[in-house]
């Protein structure tokens, strides 16, 4: 079974600190990505890697950055959180692009900025 | 444009009755997937039934068939036999082949299923 693990469900930060949510993929997936997730709005991507070191920004990468040393760790830093930034985050890996293959999500992390 | 659209945000249905979910597409692109996720409380989202855009046969998974209609870019979800575990927000994704293994994902429908 694929695993995509969050180091943590639930996280409660104050505004202006430096946040990370990690993800790690048991399933050695060439694709990992980051979405937010908030009501009415679905998931949106903020950014995505198809290899190590490797990132391209999703549709709202504002205020995010990522980093993938590893191929199995994709890790989403907030550089100064903001209120604005409270929301669930997934993560999801896949294999390389093939038509019928679903992403793989992780059980996401409810983030609270203060 | 929305991409993907469920004009549904909220449903209840009794159970063991059938209930379609909508989702209208938008997309230019002549290779593109489409794929239902279920998301219950707990938060994680579970993969349930996929459509290509070339396939001529509906796709059904289990209790789960996609009532795809390309003309009128429309992927509905029909769920029969609703059980209380049902219980759940529903997304519609697609995958644009021209985007690479990108998903974009409409804003959910949430079905609670009455006993």
């Known amino acids: 079974d694929v695993k995509v693990t969050q180091s943590s469900r639930y996280l409660v930060k104050r505004t202006g600190e430096k946040v990370f949510l990690e993800c790690v993929q048991d399933?050695?997936?060439?694709?990992m990505f980051w979405y937010r997730q908030d009501p009415g709005l679905g998931l949106r991507l903020i950014y995505f890697?198809?290899?190590?070191?490797?990132?391209e920004k999703g549709d709202i990468p504002e205020g995010y950055s990522v980093s993938r040393e590893k191929k199995e760790r994709f890790s989403l830093i907030l550089e100064s959180a903001s209120t604005n930034q409270t929301s669930m985050y997934l993560c999801?890996?896949?294999?390389?692009?093939?038509?019928?293959?679903?992403?793989?999500f992780g059980p996401g992390t409810r983030l609270l900025v203060l | 444009a929305q991409k993907i659209t469920q004009t549904q945000p909220g449903m209840f249905v009794q159970e063991k009755e059938a209930v379609t979910l909508d989702c209208t597409y938008d997309?230019?692109?002549?290779?593109?997937?489409l794929f239902w996720y279920k998301q219950p409380s707990s938060g994680e989202m579970i993969f349930l039934i996929y459509?290509?855009?070339?396939?001529?046969q509906n796709a059904t998974e289990g209790r789960y068939s996609l009532n795809f209609q390309k003309a009128r870019k429309s992927a509905n979800l029909v769920i029969s036999a609703s059980q209380l575990g049902d219980s759940a927000m529903y997304f519609c994704?697609?995958?644009?082949?021209?985007?690479?293994?990108?998903?974009?994902f409409g804003g959910g429908t949430r079905v609670l299923v009455k006993p």
């Open positions: 999801a890996s896949s294999p390389a692009p093939s038509k019928g293959e679903t992403q793989y």
């Open positions: 399933m050695d997936h060439e694709n």
């Open positions: 890697s198809y290899d190590v070191k490797m990132k």
């Open positions: 997309t230019s692109d002549q290779s593109y997937g």
């Open positions: 459509q290509g855009s070339y396939d001529e």
């Open positions: 994704a697609m995958r644009e082949e021209a985007a690479g293994n990108k998903l974009t």
